[in-house]
T-cell receptor
Framework: KQEVTQIPAALSVPEGENLVLNCSFTDSAIYNLQWFRQDPGKGLTSLLLIQSSQREQTSGRLNASLDKSSGRSTLYIAASQPGDSATYLCAVIGGGDLETSGSRLTFGEGTQLTVNP | GAVVSQHPSRVICKSGTSVKIECRSLDFQATTMFWYRQFPKQSLMLMATSNEGSKATYEQGVEKDKFLINHASLTLSTLTVTSAHPEDSSFYIC?????????????FGPGTRLTVT
């Protein structure tokens, strides 16, 4: 059974700091990995999706890397801003037989980020 | 593109009544839709997977007779919480996987906050 762990559970940083959020998964046979942002009481906003054949994806100040063999991904946020404050969720698709697991997304518990002005 | 809507966004109901939540893919056809539940300070937990025209597949521990899922068309899935109780109060989020898209990416709705009094 695929399990996803995110460290740290919470992070508070001053504005302008660069930061890294970590995600690890137990079964490296994934199809892809996705990072989401969730604001309080809201749905999910997809930030970056990395296919299993890729090593990283970039969007603006965000860079996500994937090391499939070691079961790890990182989300790097450059020059953090108060508007980046949210919970960041990592999720993987696959791990095992894709046909039986369908496109099941397994989520981590999230990292709650606070960027202080 | 790839927009998913949910209705209602919030609902309050009395204990013992039933509540229906709709999930629609607005600009694409969804072969598969997923229903998640999220309790406060926790991550998303998959409740069930539904494929258009067939019965939903429920996760272990989710009562199929209590959480009725119908996926009657390629753009609409509904979740009915029958005989709701206060412990069913939660944030329910649906997602849809697009027909023909190869990435297995899921597109998420904005969520429905259910409060059972």
């Amino acid at each position: 059974k695929q399990e996803v762990t995110q460290i740290p559970a919470a992070l508070s940083v001053p504005e302008g700091e660069n930061l890294v959020l970590n995600c690890s998964f137990t079964d490296s046979a994934i199809y892809n990995l996705q990072w989401f942002r969730q604001d309080p009481g809201k749905g999910l906003t997809s930030l970056l999706l990395i296919q299993s054949s890729q090593r990283e994806q970039t969007s603006g100040r965000l860079n996500a890397s994937l090391d499939k063999s070691s079961g790890r991904s990182t989300l790097y946020i450059a020059a953090s801003q108060p508007g980046d404050s949210a919970t960041y969720l990592c999720a993987v698709i696959g791990g095992g037989d894709l046909e039986t697991s369908g496109s099941r997304l397994t989520f981590g518990e999230g990292t709650q980020l606070t960027v202080n002005p | 593109g790839a927009v998913v809507s949910q209705h209602p966004s919030r609902v309050i109901c009395k204990s013992g009544t039933s509540v229906k939540i709709e999930c629609r893919s607005l600009d694409f056809q969804a072969t598969t839709m997923f229903w998640y539940r999220q309790f406060p300070k926790q991550s998303l937990m998959l409740m069930a997977t539904s494929n258009e025209g067939s019965k939903a597949t429920y996760e272990q521990g989710v009562e199929k007779d209590k959480f009725l899922i119908n996926h009657a068309s390629l753009t609409l899935s509904t979740l009915t919480v029958t005989s709701a109780h206060p412990e069913d109060s939660s944030f329910y989020i649906c997602s849809a996987r697009a027909l023909g898209f190869g990435s297995y990416e899921q597109y998420f709705g904005p969520g429905t906050r259910l409060t059972v009094t």
